[in-house]
C-alpha cells in the first residue's frame, strides 16, 4: 500500500504511544483467547519499543476470556455475572499476554483501573510516576479496566475511553485503536458494498455521525466509542490511528506509515499540558456553571476569567477546589475548570458585581469564581491561553 508523508511524520515522531486491543481482535466467536494473535500482537509491539518509543497497552478481554473459559453459551448480561467473568477470565488473559512477551525479553506489569483513579489528583499523578518507573524498568505496562470491582459510578463504559484517559496521563503522542475494522466508513461496510474508508479526518467533529452505536457479540465498544474516545484525544492533543487488528503486521504498517485505517490528527496547537490535559479530560465534573452569553464570549474567545456577574445557574453540589463544567446558554459544555467557591457561596453571588459581592458576602478571598490559570476549553482548544 501507499505510504503518505504525513503518516510517517507522525509516527516517526512519536515517542510515547498507548496501543488498545478490543475483545474482538484478541478472542474468537466462543470467546478464548487465540494464543496466536496476541503472539503476533507481541512482537509487532516489541519492534515499536526497540524503535525507541515507549508503549503502554490497554487489552480488552477478560471478560470474554472469562465466558470461554467457564464454556458459557453467552456472554452475560448482569453484573454480578460479567464480574465473575472478568475475575475468571483477566488471569488468563494476563498469562497469555506474559507468555507471549517473555520470550521477547520484555517483562509484563498488570494495572487495573477505574474511573475514581482518574478523579483523584493524588492518584492520577501516583498512576503516571508508576507507570514511568515501570518505562525505566523495560516492562509492557498492561492496563484493563477493574471490572470485577467497578459499578456503574465509576466505570468508564469501554476500553476505549480508558485509552484514550491513559493516553492523557502520559501525555502519550499517538493513540491506537485496533479494533474489528479497518478505520472509519463513509457507510456501514458490512451492508453496504459501496462504503470507502476514510484515510484521514482533520475535523474529527465532521465525521461524529457516520458511527453507529453497534459492538460485537463479546465487547463493548462500537465505532461510536471509538470516535468519543479519539475525539478525547485528539482535543488533548494526542494522535489517533484506528485500525483492524486482525490485519497481518497492523502495527508493522503503522510503523513504515502505511495508508490503513483512519488517522485523526491532534488538534492545532501542540500537546496540552498534563495537569490541562487532568482537568479538562479525565477528572469528572460534580457540578457545572451556566455562563450567559457574555460571560461565555470572554471565557471562549477572549481568554477571560469567568466572574461571578457572569453566571446565570448553579448545578450540583460542590465545595471550594472542586472541578466543575462550564456550560453556555444553551446547555452546551466548552469548559472545564476549578471553582474558587462551593455551589452554595455561587447560589448567593451569581450575577453581581465585585462590589454588589462584598454587600452580600463580606471580603471574598477571590474577584474570579474560575480562574482563567485553572481553566481548560474542552471544546475548541485552550486557546487563547
Known sequence: MAMTADRVRLITKARVVVVKVGTQVLADESGRLSSERIATLAEQIDRLAKGGRRVILVSSGAIGAGVGRLKLSARPTELPGLQACAAVGQPYLMTAWESAFGPLGMPTAQILLNAADFDNRSRYLNMRNTLASLFEMGCVPI??????????????????????LVAGLI????????????????????????????????DIDSVLGLAQATKSRLGTGGMRSKLKAASLAVRSGTHVWLADGGMDGVLNKLGAGEDVGTVFPARLGGAMPAWKRWLGFSTRPQGSLILDAGASRAVREQGKSLLPIGI?????????????????????????????????????????????????????????????DNLVLTGEGDSPA
Do not use: C, M
Not at 143 to 164: M, P
Not at 343 to 367: C, F, M, N, W
Open 143 to 164: 492496563i484493563n479496566e477493574n471490572d470485577t470491582t467497578s459499578v456503574a459510578e465509576i466505570k468508564f463504559g469501554d476500553n476505549d475511553r480508558l485509552a484514550a
Open 171 to 202: 501525555q502519550a503522542d499517538l493513540l491506537v485503536l485496533l479494533s474489528g475494522v479497518d478505520g472509519l466508513f463513509d457507510g456501514d461496510p458490512r451492508v453496504d458494498q459501496s462504503a470507502s474508508r476514510v484515510s484521514w479526518v482533520d
Open 312 to 372: 446565570a445557574g448553579v448545578k450540583g453540589h460542590f465545595g471550594k477546589g472542586a472541578a466543575i463544567s462550564l456550560v453556555d446558554d444553551a446547555g452546551v459544555e466548552f469548559g472545564r475548570g476549578l471553582s474558587n467557591f462551593s455551589s452554595g457561596e455561587l447560589e448567593k453571588i451569581k450575577g453581581l458585581r465585585t462590589e454588589q459581592i462584598h454587600k452580600v458576602a463580606g471580603p471574598v478571598a477571590y474577584d474570579e469564581a474560575v480562574h482563567r
